[in-house]
C-alpha cells in the first residue's frame, strides 16, 4: 500500500511563503488605486496619471529584455529578497517626502526603478514556486495563491480609498512598502528547491545560483540571445504565436483601464476616493469569481474558446463602464472586466507553463511579457490623451469595439479549435499578484 502523501498544509516552506506573499498581495492592492490616486490629487490630470502607466510599462519592456536570464542564472530567492527590501525603501519614502509637499518627479522615478524590480521579482516567482511542493501538489498549491490573490484583489482598493481619504493616498503607497518587507523577512525564511527546481538551462547555470557555464557570450550578442531564446520559442509554437500578437493587442487598449476608471469616477462623475475604493473593490468580485470558475471552464470548453471569451467580456465590461453613469452598474461591469482579465490570463500562463521546457521557462516567461506589453505605454499614453479632450465614454466605446476586433481577428487562427485542457503536464504557477505601477503585473497578463 502507498505511503499517504503529507498534506500541504503541512509544507512548511509553501505556508510561509504563502502567508508572506497574502500580505504583500494585499499591500499591492492598495497600491493599484492608491498610485493613480495620488497622481490625480498632485495634478489633477488624467494624462499625468497616463504617464505614470506609460513609465511602467516602458520599465517593464527594458526589464523584460533581460529578466528571464538574470531569474535563470541567479539564486531566486536572494533575487526575490532583494527586490522587495528595495521596494519596501522607495515605498516607505514616499509619505516621508509628502510631507514637504507632492513632487510629482519623485513619483515618476519609483515607478521606473520598482517596476524593474517587480519585473525581475515576478519572473523568479513564477518559475521558483514549483521547487516548493512537489508536482502533485501543484494544482492545490495554485488554488491556495490565486485563492490569496483574489481576496486581496477585493480588500486592497476598498482599504487604499479608505487610506486615502483618511491620510492621503501617499500613506497607502507607505503601507504597501511595509507589506514588501514582510515579503523579504518571509522570503528569509523558505527554502526552493527542495522538490526539484527547474533544469539547468542550455547556457549551463541551474536556477539555485550560477555555476561554471562554459563560454559564453557578451555585449550586445550575448543580451540578443538572452532574449532571442524566449523569443524564438514563442514565435514558433503555433498556439503562443498568436497569443503572443492578439494579447498585445489586446494590452494596447487596456493597460490605461484602471486610469480611464478612475478619472471618470472622480472628475466626470464627482466622486470621492472612498467611492472609487468600493467600485474597484466590487471589481474584485469578479477575480474571485474566475480563480474558482478558471479550472472548469478550461476542462469543459479548452484553451481557446476561453481565452476569446473573456476578451469578448473585457471588451463589452470596458465599453460600459465608460458609459454608465450609475455607480452600481460600473461596479458590476468593473467585476466582469476584471472576471475576463483573470480568466484569460490564468489560461494564457498556464498553456506557456505546459508547452514550456522547464530550461527555457525563466526566458519565455520573460520574452512573453516583454513583448505583448510593448504596446501598453502606447495604448495607455494614447488612451488618456484621448478621453482628456473626447472623454471617456467615446474612448472606451472605442475600446470595446477593438476588443470585439481582437477575438475576431482570433478566430482566423489556431486559437479558435484549440482545446487543450488540464490537468497539466506541469501545473500552472499562480502568477504574481496583480499590482500597481510600483509593483504590479497588468491583470491580463500573467
Known amino acids: 500500500m502507498a505511503a499517504r502523501r503529507p498534506s500541504l498544509w503541512r509544507n512548511r516552506d509553501f505556508n510561509v511563503f504563502w502567508l508572506g506573499q497574502t500580505l504583500s498581495v494585499l499591500g499591492g492592492s492598495i497600491t493599484l488605486l492608491a498610485m493613480p490616486l495620488l497622481v490625480f490629487e498632485a495634478t489633477g490630470s488624467v494624462v499625468q496619471m497616463g504617464l505614470i502607466t506609460v513609465v511602467t510599462g516602458a520599465t517593464g519592456i527594458a526589464t523584460g529584455m533581460f529578466a528571464g536570464h538574470v531569474v535563470d542564472r541567479t539564486d531566486r530567492r536572494r533575487l526575490m529578497i532583494a527586490c522587495d527590501l528595495v521596494r519596501a525603501l522607495l515605498l516607505g519614502a514616499v509619505p516621508l517626502i509628502w510631507l514637504a509637499g507632492p513632487r510629482i518627479w519623485v513619483l515618476y522615478v519609483l515607478t521606473a526603478v520598482a517596476t524593474a524590480l517587480k519585473t525581475l521579482f515576478d519572473v523568479a516567482y513564477v518559475t521558483a514556486v514549483p521547487g516548493l511542493v512537489p508536482a502533485e501538489d501543484l494544482t492545490a498549491a495554485n488554488g491556495r ?42 522570503l528569509r525564511w523558505v527554502t526552493f528547491g527542495r522538490h526539484g527546481d527547474p533544469e539547468p538551462s542550455a547556457a549551463g547555470p541551474s536556477a539555485q545560483g550560477p555555476r561554471a557555464a562554459g563560454p559564453r557570450r557578451s555585449g550586445a550578442a550575448g543580451l540578443r540571445e538572452v532574449f532571442v531564446a524566449g523569443f524564438r520559442f514563442l514565435w514558433t509554437h503555433p498556439l503562443l504565436r498568436p497569443l503572443t500578437v492578439l494579447l498585445t493587442l489586446l494590452t494596447f487598449v487596456t493597460m490605461g483601464a484602471t486610469d480611464l476608471l478612475v478619472y471618470r469616477i472622480r472628475h466626470e462623475l464627482g466622486q470621492d476616493a472612498a467611492t472609487v475604493g468600493y467600485v474597484i473593490a466590487a471589481s474584485g468580485l469578479g477575480v474571485v469569481g474566475a480563480a474558482f470558475a478558471a479550472g472548469p471552464l478550461r476542462r469543459s470548453f479548452g484553451f481557446g474558446p476561453c481565452w476569446l471569451g473573456s476578451v469578448v467580456l473585457i471588451g463589452v465590461a470596458v465599453a460600459g463602464t465608460g458609459v454608465s453613469r450609475s455607480l452600481p452598474v460600473i461596479g458590476v461591469l ?15 500562463m498556464t498553456l506557456r507553463q505546459e508547452v514550456t521546457p522547464d530550461r527555457l521557462l525563466g526566458r519565455v ?17 494614447a488612451l488618456t490623451v484621448l478621453a482628456d479632450r473626447h472623454g471617456v465614454p467615446a474612448v472606451s466605446v472605442a475600446a470595446g469595439v477593438f476588443c470585439l476586433l481582437i477575438v475576431g481577428a482570433g478566430l482566423l487562427t489556431p486559437l479558435r479549435g484549440s482545446r487543450i485542457a488540464g490537468p497539466p503536464p506541469r501545473a500552472a504557477v499562480a502568477g504574481s499578484p496583480a499590482r500597481g505601477p510600483a509593483g504590479a503585473r497588468h491583470p491580463g497578463s500573467p
Not at 167 to 174: H, K, Q, T, Y
Not at 334 to 348: I, K, N, R
Request: hydrophobic share 55%; with cysteine.
Open 334 to 348: 468593473a467585476a466582469v472586466c476584471m472576471f475576463g482579465m483573470t480568466l484569460g490570463g490564468v489560461c494564457s
Open 365 to 381: 516567461t520573460s520574452a512573453f511579457w516583454t513583448v505583448h506589453n510593448a504596446s501598453g505605454p502606447v495604448g495607455a499614453a
Open 145 to 186: 495563491l490565486m485563492g490569496t490573490f483574489a481576496v486581496g484583489t477585493l480588500c486592497g482598493p476598498a482599504a487604499a480609498g479608505f487610506i486615502a481619504a483618511g491620510v492621503g493616498a501617499d500613506w497607502a503607497l507607505g503601507v504597501d512598502g511595509a507589506t514588501f518587507l514582510v515579503s523579504a523577512l518571509s
